[in-house]
Every structure is written in C-alpha cells, then in structure tokens.
C-alpha cells in the first residue's frame, strides 16, 4: 500500500532537513512525502523531486495535517513532526498491523530523546513524569488518542482533526473516531525536547493556552498549580529528588510559560496555533 508521509512545519528549517534525511533511508519505498508549511516566517525552502510542498497562513498543525491529508494520494497516512529522525524500519513496522488488518491506526511507544545530552532535554523529561531517555510515562498504555498513522479511508471518513483545539488538537481524530490506535511493536524513533529556555517557555505558553476540564474551576487550579510559590516548592523538591539543581530553573520558566497561557486564553479566547 502507498503512504502518505505528512509533516508540518513552523519555523523549523533547523530540523526538517534531518527528519527529510532520515525519511529517505528508509526500506518501505512506496511513500509520497507532504511538507506542510505552516505559515513560517524562517524563510523555509526545500527543493527536491520528491516532495509535495504545500502552504498555508498560520493556523496550528491540526490544520496543516488536514491539508496534507487533502492532497494525499496515499492509502494510508503518517504524521510525523519535523524535529523527528527515524530507525531505517519505522515506516514498514508501523504499518504491519495495518497492512495485516489487525488495526486501522497506529502508533509506536518505541520513541526515544534525541536530544538527551542536554540540560533542559533532561529538565523536560523530568517535569512531565516520562521514563528516562523516552517520551513517555512507564507503564504506558498499549492503545493511545494520538495516531501516527491511520487508513486514509478513515481519515476522511470523520473529516480529520479539529484544529480549534490547539494544542490537544491530535487526540481530535480518535476522539471523532471512537477508538484509539493500536500499538506497533518495534517502530523506533527519535523526537527532539525543547533544549533553550526561550523554547521551554514558548512550548509551555502554548500548552497553556487551551481549554480545561471544569470550566472556570479548571483555570483556577491550574493557575494555582503554576504559580511561582508552588513552581519554587516543586521544582526545589524535583530538583533535589532527580539530582537536578537546574530543573528549579526549568520549572519556574516552565510554569510561568504556562501561567501566561492560561491568562492568554482566558482574555482573548483563542487557543494557541
């Protein structure tokens, strides 16, 4: 079957010619590739035969996939981020389940830091709960909201994702769905933490710029959560537990990131592209 490799990108030149690189060394060859160029500002350019570059104001990566998908040829579809590397196998071992009917989305728990060298990679890791050297919790779940890849026929079945979420705008699909992908044992890859404080906070902002469970008393909490007395106590605490002095660096940017993403979106209403 033929894939659809959808990607895309905002203000990511620095990373996208590794992701690129990567993509082309792998052994499942019948794959289009569609950059999605997500209203950039870095001047982004990419030329070559075998991509399908496409562009869009500045609307968030649900809208982008969406379009991908629109101008996809592909039986099924794979979205992946632009500051992600690849095992040579990826491809072919995330769509075996696919290709042998026992599911009709996927996705691999076998994601790895790429990154991990770096202080605030490390710091990032630490504060949301995942497994060292790994983008995710132990003990993560076989089933997940977030595919990696799905048939197309499904994709458009449901119309794709709701980019009005902002940042939970990937749980959408499985969410219009009603179920979640399943597991695709031994598709390895790399994705990039944020490794700058100015990145942290940026990433932070925009997770915080969303809606919350609970109405208004979700805003509170979370606003109490992410104020400087509590992010001193639980970074000194985190800090200490994970023999991490820098992590009280990290979570005071962190969770003043979030705490302004909270207000952001309380004031204006719009959750973050």
């Not at 979700?218 to 820098?246: Q, T």
Request: charged share 25%.
């Amino acid at each position: 079957m033929k894939l659809s490799v959808i990607i895309p990108v905002y203000n990511e030149e620095d990373v996208i010619i590794d992701c690129l690189k990567s993509l082309s060394h792998q052994i499942y060859k019948d794959f289009e590739i569609i950059v999605v160029d997500d209203g950039s500002t870095d001047n982004l350019k990419l030329k070559s035969q075998n991509l399908k570059i496409l562009t869009q104001n500045h609307k968030g990566p649900g809208a982008a996939r969406n379009l991908g998908a629109k101008h996809a040829k592909g039986d099924i579809l794979v979205f992946v981020d632009a500051d992600m590397t690849f095992d040579s196998k990826f491809l072919q071992e995330l769509i075996e389940p696919i290709l042998y009917a026992k599911a009709k989305g996927t996705f691999s728990k076998n994601e790895y830091v790429s990154n991990w060298r770096n202080r605030w990679a490390r710091c990032w890791n630490i504060n949301e709960g995942w497994e060292s050297g790994r983008r995710h919790p132990k003990g993560y779940t076989d089933k997940q909201k977030v595919f990696r890849a799905i048939l197309k026929s499904e994709f458009d079945k449901v119309g794709g994702f709701d980019p009005s979420r902002g940042y939970t705008d990937d749980w959408t699909l499985s969410e219009r769905l009603g179920y979640e992908a399943e597991i695709a044992s031994g598709a390895k890859f790399f994705h990039k933490n944020p490794e700058k404080l100015a990145e942290v906070f940026k990433h932070a902002h925009w997770v915080g710029k969303r809606r919350y469970k609970l109405g208004f008393l979700g805003y509170i909490l979370a606003l109490f959560r992410s104020s400087l007395p509590v992010s001193l106590v639980v970074g000194i605490l985190k800090g200490l537990l994970n023999h991490m002095p820098d992590f009280i660096i990290f979570k005071v940017i962190y969770d003043f990131g979030i705490f302004s993403g909270i207000l952001d979106y309380i004031l204006t209403g719009r959750p973050m592209k």
